[in-house]
């Protein structure tokens, strides 16, 4: 395969994606459309957290707080925090608060980058792992913006979020759940392409080669404090978008919405998707969605006996079985689902070895 | 100038700190002990001290064991737990990329927390303390015994594993495979027994400071998140290859902890609440890291190209 046609299959299969996501409504129920909205918005997050992590090999463990602040952004914009209070009367309309989200979430993102530009690899992980674990006490800390332990509610405010009742868009009345979803996912299928373009030119180019070598890099001109910490700020605004839309969905905020395992779910869904390559991320997406699902044995219980069952539904069960398949993924699946599907394609072309990047 | 009543609270605080600190130590020796020996962070060992807590206090509570024995058989126990985690869950990923390892331990802790939920539910739990709750009055200074009792037990700990490394031949032998897995080997030491020996170390100071953090905090399935980020802290700011580092780093957390608390309510630092207590361990761990990465004991780390 060239290039050439290498490029023209892509562009088929984004197109053909594009499609079955806007048609994937008209064949669920209307509460599954929640559920994949939810998809669309875990695809965001991971799309920013693989420019850091996939592309740029920068390790990080607390993008569930990047989210958070990108979530209280538009929780704040919409709701606003007279009531703890605080400066900001809010009324902002729903959709104008995610580029704000985004906005807020990158330039925390960039001044974070800044210190991470001297740690490496177990450091940043530890490092970012502590922003996830401090996020929470944080937000507590600062009640006068963000109400504290209770957090911030939307519900109160169904004139600004098609999230909560029926909305009118181009004489369609569009449920709750199906606005969400095309919401999510409208703003999940740009980003994407923003990402795509982002990193096929020059600035990719330059994000590849601090992570395969940065050595390497800086000799050949390439600035290290520059795309380190461009990749943190684009990768933590892309963090606050899909903050900004779990906000929304949730009509819902406090400390307990972005907890730690969040963070960790989306490294998780990174690295089952693959490092460094974007379509499989809609597998890391839909792993982090429904993978706590299936492990309290919701949609397989009538594969497995039914004591297994009984006993993974009891509090706790699906997390031991989140963690034992996470560590047995590492064991047999070590470059994602991605990586295995290349695999496959390797075996049949019978070609060894992959094209070089 | 102090009134003597300030002066016996702040005393007070000093050695609360210094026994929360001991356990931060313990915790942060045991986040040493396996970055030296197999170059990994283990995001799961406060999980790992988590369980060993809920090990003791079922022998205690659902078999009818009193302390002491029950706190040696959970040693045991952990020593055991640790050495198979390592051969088990460990071994197959070590030397691979940074990123795997990372989520293999983080897909422990995960795994251990739902664990301890399924099997004793998440509803919190009382271990006693097995130095009682009675606290003595010093020259005006009051002190827990429990306090007095943590000290203890991690100054013992602390000179016990000196010992172990410095006198014994095993603890040549774990020194050895930790700077130089390939001469070691050479020169017959069984590197991945010793590798497995230093998990199953860690997994044992762990459990003693689970089981010395129970009584104070509650024995709950969250109890040690918030120790370990302390331990993380502890073993930066010491140097995270340093075994002194880690005992320095983690005494002098929790002292500077308690003392940020104590002035706030005499007016400075007045904006310290108990919700900055995590983010200001996160503070020192990325000044540190910023100003000195190799910490308060470390060696400079040296890249070659």
């Given at each position: ?18 499609v ?10 209307d509460?599954?459309?929640?559920e ?49 209070g605080?400066p ?47 996020m ?19 519900f ?7 999230s ?6 181009l ?7 199906d ?10 299928l ?29 000799s ?52 089952v ?12 997406a839909?792993?982090i ?17 039914g ?7 009891k ?35 019978g070609?060894?070895y992959?094209?070089?990047? | ?9 702040f ?26 020996s ?15 807590a ?39 990923v ?5 990123l ?27 271990l ?52 130089n897995?390939?001469?070691?080997r ?13 998990w ?25 998140q ?58 020192v ?10 910490g ?10």
């Amino acid at each position: 395969m060239t290039p050439r046609t290498q490029r023209i299959i892509g562009f088929v299969a984004f197109a053909g994606f594009v499609v079955l996501v806007a048609l994937l409504p008209a064949f669920i129920n209307d509460f599954k459309a929640r559920e994949y909205a939810y998809v669309g918005i875990y695809l965001i997050a991971l799309l920013g957290l693989n420019i850091l992590t996939g592309y740029t090999g920068q390790i990080s463990l607390g993008h569930g707080a990047f989210m958070a602040i990108g979530g209280y952004t538009t929780a704040i914009l919409m709701a606003g925090n007279e009531q703890f209070g605080g400066p900001i009367s809010g009324g902002v309309k729903d959709v104008w608060t995610l580029p704000i989200a985004g906005l807020v979430a990158g330039a925390v993102g960039l001044l974070f980058g800044l210190p991470a530009l001297r740690l490496s690899g177990l450091y940043l992980a530890l490092a970012t792992f502590a922003i996830a674990v401090a996020m929470p006490s944080t937000v507590k800390r600062f009640e006068e913006f963000t109400g504290g332990g209770q957090g911030i509610q939307l519900f109160g405010t169904p004139e600004l979020t098609g999230s909560i009742s029926n909305v009118e868009i181009l004489g369609r009345s569009l449920t709750p759940n199906d606005w969400m979803y095309y919401l999510a996912w409208s703003i999940a299928l740009v980003l994407f392409a923003v990402a795509w373009l982002v990193l096929r030119g020059r600035t990719g180019r330059a994000f590849r080669a601090v992570r395969d070598s940065e050595v390497a890099a800086v000799s050949s001109g390439i600035s290290l404090a520059r795309y380190k910490t461009l990749a943190f700020g684009i990768s933590a605004a892309y963090a606050g978008v899909a903050g900004g839309l779990f906000a929304i969905a949730s009509a819902f905020v406090n400390p307990d919405t972005f907890p730690v395992a969040l963070s960790i779910y989306l490294l998780v869904g990174v690295v089952v998707g693959g490092l460094g390559g974007l379509s499989g991320l809609v597998f890391g997406a839909v792993f982090i969605q429904f993978l706590p699902l299936w492990a309290q044995g919701q949609d397989l219980g009538s594969l497995l006996p039914g004591r297994i069952v009984e006993e993974t539904q009891k509090p706790g069960g699906p997390a031991i079985v989140y963690g034992v398949v996470l560590i047995l993924l590492m064991f047999v699946l070590p470059n994602g689902v991605a990586g295995l599907f290349r695999r496959i394609g390797q075996l049949i072309s019978g070609r060894r070895y992959p094209r070089p990047e | 100038m102090l009134l003597a009543s300030e002066f016996a609270d702040f005393m007070q605080q000093v050695v609360s700190g210094l026994a929360s600190g001991g356990i931060y130590a313990l915790l942060a020796l045991a986040l040493v002990i396996i970055h030296r020996s197999t170059g990994v962070i283990n995001f799961a060992q406060g999980e790992m001290a988590m369980l060993s807590a809920y090990i003791a206090w079922t022998l205690m509570t659902n078999h009818g064991w009193s302390y002491w024995p029950a706190f040696v058989a959970t040693l045991a126990i952990s020593f055991l737990g640790g050495v198979v985690i390592h051969r088990l869950v460990i071994r197959p990923v070590e030397g691979g990329s940074v990123l795997r390892i990372v989520i293999v331990t983080i897909g422990l802790l995960v795994a251990i927390n739902g664990f301890v939920i399924w099997k004793w539910s998440g509803q919190p739990q009382q271990l006693s303390s097995p130095f009682g709750t009675s606290t003595y009055e010093i020259g005006g200074v009051v002190v827990a015994a429990h306090d007095i009792g943590t000290i203890a037990v991690a100054v013992a700990i602390v000179f016990l594993l000196w010992v172990l490394f410095r006198f014994t031949k095993v603890g040549l032998a774990l020194r050895a495979a930790a700077v130089n897995p390939v001469e070691a080997r050479l020169v017959g030491v069984r590197v991945t027994w010793m590798l497995a020996l230093g998990w199953g170390l860690a997994a044992t100071l762990g459990a003693v400071a689970g089981m010395l953090t129970a009584p104070t905090v509650g024995l709950d399935p969250q109890m040690m998140q918030a120790v370990l980020i302390y331990a993380f802290a502890a073993a930066v700011l010491g140097g995270i290859d340093s075994p002194i580092g880690a005992v320095v780093g983690g005494l002098l957390i929790g002292v500077l902890l308690n003392l940020l608390s104590y002035s706030s309510k005499y007016g400075a630092f007045d904006w310290f609440t108990e919700e900055l207590r995590l983010p200001a361990a996160l503070l020192v761990i990325l000044v540190v890291l910023l100003v000195r990465p190799q910490g308060l004991f470390g060696k400079p780390e040296v890249t070659r190209v």
